[in-house]
T-cell receptor, first 115, second 113 residues
């Protein structure tokens, strides 16, 4: 089965510019997650979708970050405007259901550098 | 609330030696526990998970972990390290119901020839 797809793999932008990341989860996975992984740290959950609804976005900086999953399949994460501290790897993951016993499947990530 | 503490940001072993990566968790409900591995420029891959069945869990690539409730630990071990095991390892804790996962900061495993 195909894994979680993400694009682009790398992106370099200047501060105050905008950027968007795309994720296509494993087919049939209802739950989709976006994580931010800063160098030397573990992934931090930004937002969790169940189908096309938001389950948790408590750690998403909503003044600059937005995410959508309009048709309950692929998803887009946007940053506008970017700050230097947004430099990180943005990981997308999916799971069959939104329950603690189910493992997540991760994409390769998008490495963002803000200069 | 739940949290994960991984002791040691870096662990260095010789090829063929025992690998021990430590993870302690805090959870107000019975936890689900996971170990993930991340190779350079790749996403996280599940090594193994504990979901309240057997306390000794065997995973891929010869890794295993033991759930010890009394010690709130879920340490990852491998009897003999291989050069290909060099990677970043993350312990994570989840709980029943709505899954809001919490990851540790990660431990970098370095394997010397």
């Amino acid at each position: 089965e195909a894994g979680v797809a993400q694009s682009p793999r790398y992106k370099i932008i200047e501060k105050r510019q905008s950027v968007a990341f795309w994720c296509n989860p494993i087919s049939g996975h209802a739950t989709l997650y976006w994580y931010q992984q800063i160098l030397g740290q573990g992934p931090k959950l930004l937002i969790q979708f169940q189908n096309n609804g938001v389950v948790d976005d408590s750690q998403l900086p909503k003044d600059r970050f937005s995410a959508e999953r309009l048709k309950g399949v692929d998803s887009t994460l946007k940053i506008q405007p970017a700050k230097l501290e947004d430099s990180a790897v943005y990981l997308c993951a999916s799971s069959l259901v939104s329950q603690g016993s189910y493992e997540q499947y991760f994409g390769p990530g998008t490495r963002l550098t803000v200069t | 609330a739940q949290s994960v503490t991984q002791l040691g940001s870096h662990v260095s072993v010789s090829e063929g030696a025992l690998v021990l990566l430590r993870c302690n968790y805090s959870s107000s409900v019975p936890p689900y526990l996971f170990w993930y591995v991340q190779y350079p420029n790749q996403g996280l891959q599940l090594l193994l998970k504990y979901t309240s069945a057997a306390t000794l869990v065997k995973g891929i690539n010869g890794f295993e972990a033991e759930f010890k409730k009394s010690e709130t630990s879920f340490h990852l071990t491998k009897p003999s390290a291989h050069m290909s095991d060099a990677a970043e390892y993350f312990c994570a804790v989840g709980s029943g119901g709505s899954y809001i996962p919490t990851f540790g900061r990660g431990t970098s495993l370095i394997v010397h020839p």
